[in-house]
């Protein structure tokens, strides 16, 4: 037997496994199949109790004290800066580094997208760079978690409290992260999540946008549901709760009672899920320590991190090969991948409204190049996390530089 690497499945030889492995993959046990079906048989399918309890179990688990669950983090963003009265004449600061979501919202309300770099080691909002980036068009700043790691949100607010300005926290990918002791939830104006199905929390779509501010509360409420002010009946003695007024051209951004009973199971099976997410994390970390064309993940000291995806950075002045032929090679080896994020500045209809191009944001540019999203879910097996680095390393070995 001759002891040479085997051949890649891409040019004919057996992959490294033998069914497909997903990047992702919700992980939907009993506990949501039971609610789900009780939500079915309540008689009441659209927004209501599950809803709500949802919303309150959220607020309670990120530190907040109103939980609004809607129906995406995209719409809880928009919410977030609808309330806060930002429009048309206003800029916002967000990151190049991050999905579409959250630019396409401050476009929604009018303002301007202001991107900036992000910070080499953690691909989160760089605070030196929204210093920069401030002008006195500026109404909001809006830091991305990147991939469950807490943005400097100490800089950021301090930030924004120096000029009396408002942060919303896209933590689409950070529930159960912290700072210091202190939960994602509990230091932005608005912070807002996502349940969309590949989150570390789904209810299949999904989101809710936590506040400690009651009239911000009050106002994403009645902005979620077409601004109908559904207590206006208690003001009139003669009309009963049938009786509305709209007080604000609102959205349709409520959720479904049958979604949320899926977030309300998955929220009693939260910690354990997150549990799970580290310890395969860790066993990534030490099975990927000794090689070297791959750059892992580096929390903060200080940061609990929730361990939405786990991005490695390939080292591509080790490799003969780039990052899209990479993912190719995964796939054929049976390993699923993603790449997050493509930065803002390198979509079509950014640079022509933004006047932006590949080459301006120098740290984006590069993780960009760089970016492989590795398989990470609650019910993968050590085994699996064994087989992605047994492809990565097949790989790696027939692109020798
Ligand atoms: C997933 C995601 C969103 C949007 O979430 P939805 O719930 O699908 O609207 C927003 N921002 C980031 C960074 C995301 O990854």
Known sequence: MTSGPETLALRGGTPVRATFLPFSRPSIGAREKELVLAALESGWITTGP?????????????????GLAVNSATGALHLALAALGVGPGDEVITSTYTFVACVNVIEHVGARPVLVDVE?????????????ALTAKTRALLPVDYAGHPCDLDAIGGLARARGIRVVEDAAHALGASLGGRPVGSLSDITAFSFYATKNLT???????????????????????????????????????????????????NLSDVLAAIGLGQLERFE?????????????????AGVPEVRRPQPRAGVVHAWHLYPVALELERLAC???????????????????????????????RLGVRAGDFPVADDA?????????????TPRDVEDVVAAVRKIIGHFPR
Not at 368 to 377: G, I, K, N, Q, S
């Open 50 to 66: 599950q809803t709500v309890e949802l919303g309150r179990r959220v607020a309670a688990l990120a530190g907040a004290r109103h």
């Open 120 to 132: 080499p080691d953690t691909l989160c909002l760089d605070p030196r760079a929204v210093e920069r």
């Open 203 to 253: 209810t299949g779509e999904g989101g809710a946008a936590v506040t400690d501010d009651d009239a911000l509360a009050a106002r994403m409420s009645l902005l979620s549901l077409h601004g109908m002010d559904r207590d206006a009946w208690k003001r009139y003695s003669d009309t009963g709760s049938w009786y509305y007024e709209v007080t604000a051209p609102g959205f349709k951004y």
């Open 272 to 288: 354990g899920m997150q549990q799970r997410r580290r310890e395969l994390v860790a066993l990534y970390d030490s099975l990927l």
């Open 322 to 352: 780039d990052r899209a032929r990479f993912i190719q090679e995964l796939r054929a080896e049976n390993i699923g991948a993603s790449v997050h994020f493509i930065p803002i500045h390198l979509h079509p209809y950014f640079q022509d």
């Open 368 to 380: 960009y190049r760089r970016a492989v999203t590795l398989p990470l879910f609650p019910d993968m």
